[in-house]
């Protein structure tokens, strides 16, 4: 894979310039170290996104950084796309941007204030939405929808998370159970709920924190969707912390400087973002740690719909 990226470097005229092998995760991630600055070289996961669907993806993040996000700056190949292609691997580079990571999902490694954390991401977050709303889209964006269809339909984005392969029958009858059920309920809400393009996926692994400001990283999975599930996604994993009712107002809170949240839409969309886990994994079983990434998926999904089917007397 270093060879491809050394051939990658070429088209955007870093040639001779170092480069080290950073993350290797859905994409492999390469820091590319050159006199004019420091670069983020991505190989992208073979089949995951269309070209399109990439090229969109830098689109918006170019969109949202001239907006004034901490987000990372796509540059330009020598032929003035943002992507390209290389040895069959699509291919991006994007500026380095500093901060530390905040350990694993669920995890605010180096963060003294929690809530303090929270609500400066609430913040951030209602600012990621204004700027995506009121962007121009060019003419052939396309990302993924986690709408209804994407997220409770017959071919959900992540997979059919009811027949997950580790579901035992009753296990597999709840969560069919509650498929129906969140789908009955968000087919009352959807036209009301907030939508528009998100990140879909912001997670503790998915941000660096430099002690003042937080930096947004990977897009691989945003795209049109409630923003109330952009909140849940980060939420979900502090659900059992100790000061989880803290967290969940501080980041309430910070967004609504766009709008306030209300609580039983929020707690509908800690369920969907739960239940889509166990579909993610599922096509993910051969690779390293996949066991414990599912049982913990499994877990949660049922840990959640029994939760959300109390609240809701069911």
Request: contains cysteine; glycine residues 10%.
């Amino acid at each position: 894979m270093l060879e491809i990226a050394q051939e990658a470097a070429r088209h955007w005229g870093l040639e001779g310039a170092g480069i080290a092998l950073a993350a290797r995760r859905e994409n492999v991630v390469y820091r590319v170290s050159a006199p004019g600055g420091e670069y983020a070289l991505r190989l992208h996961r073979p089949g995951y996104r269309s070209d399109a669907e990439l090229t969109s993806e830098l689109q918006w993040m170019a969109a949202l950084a001239a907006g004034g996000l901490d987000v990372p700056v796509p540059l330009a190949a020598r032929d003035g796309r943002f992507m390209a292609r290389v040895a069959g691997h699509q291919v991006d580079v994007l500026s380095w941007v500093p901060g530390a990571a905040l350990g694993r999902a669920g995890e605010l490694q180096g963060v003294a204030d929690r809530p303090g954390f929270c609500h400066a991401l609430g913040v951030a977050m209602a600012r990621m939405h204004d700027i995506s709303d009121a962007w121009v889209r060019p003419e052939g964006f396309t990302r993924p929808a986690w709408d209804r269809a994407g997220l409770l339909g017959e071919a959900p984005l992540w997979g059919r998370f009811w027949e997950h392969p580790h579901l035992g029958a009753s296990e597999r009858a709840l969560l069919s159970r509650v498929r129906a059920a969140a789908d009955d309920v968000l087919s009352r809400v959807e036209g009301e709920a907030e939508y528009g393009l998100i990140h879909a996926d912001l997670i503790s692994e998915n941000m660096l924190w430099d002690g003042a400001r937080i930096y947004l990283i990977d897009f691989d999975d945003g795209g049109f969707g409630f923003r109330d599930f952009e909140l849940a996604t980060f939420l979900l994993r502090f659900e059992d912390a100790p000061d989880h009712a803290e967290l969940r107002a501080a980041l309430c809170d910070g967004y609504a400087a766009r709008r306030r949240v209300r609580a039983a839409d929020l707690d509908l969309f800690l369920l969907l973002r739960a239940l889509t886990y166990p579909g993610w994994i599922a096509d993910r079983l051969g690779e390293p740690g996949a066991a414990e990434r599912s049982e913990r998926a499994v877990t949660t999904a049922l840990r959640s719909a029994w939760r959300w089917l109390d609240r809701m007397g069911g």
